[in-house]
């Protein structure tokens, strides 16, 4: 499996910009996609994850903000990100967990029950 991430960037405070991850190497209907962050000196954090119903869940940071979504036609996970804040700079990273059975959802914030990773895409926001 390959997940391929694009679409960081450096930006203004207050901008927008839209995150993609390309997955190939398995059927990509059945699995759950998540992002996670990981700013300079800190650990890997989860921002948000979507079910292969649709079902999405984020960290509280960026309620409001941001927006998961999938395409799975294009076997691909976007993260819209809007009103960016200098607090968001960090490296994204794109996830795959094979088993979607989980009964709750919540277990997905935790990176140990991701399966497969992308190797980053850098987001750099300036006040």
């Known amino acids: 499996v390959q997940l391929q991430a694009s679409g960081g960037g450096s930006v203004q405070a207050g901008g927008s910009l839209r995150l993609s991850c390309e997955v190939s190497g398995r059927s990509f209907s059945a699995v759950s996609l998540g992002w996670f962050r990981q700013a300079p000196g800190k650990e890997r954090l989860f921002v948000a994850a979507?079910?292969?119903?649709?079902?999405?869940i984020y960290t509280d940071s960026v309620k409001g903000r941001f927006t998961i979504s999938r395409d799975d036609a294009k076997n691909t996970v976007y993260l819209q990100m809007n009103s960016l804040d200098p607090e968001d700079t960090a490296v994204y990273y794109c996830a795959v967990r094979t088993n979607d059975k989980c009964l709750n959802s919540d277990i997905l914030r935790y990176r140990h029950v991701w399966d497969y990773w992308g190797q980053g895409t850098k987001v750099t926001v300036s006040s």
């Open positions: 979507v079910r292969s119903r649709g079902g999405t």
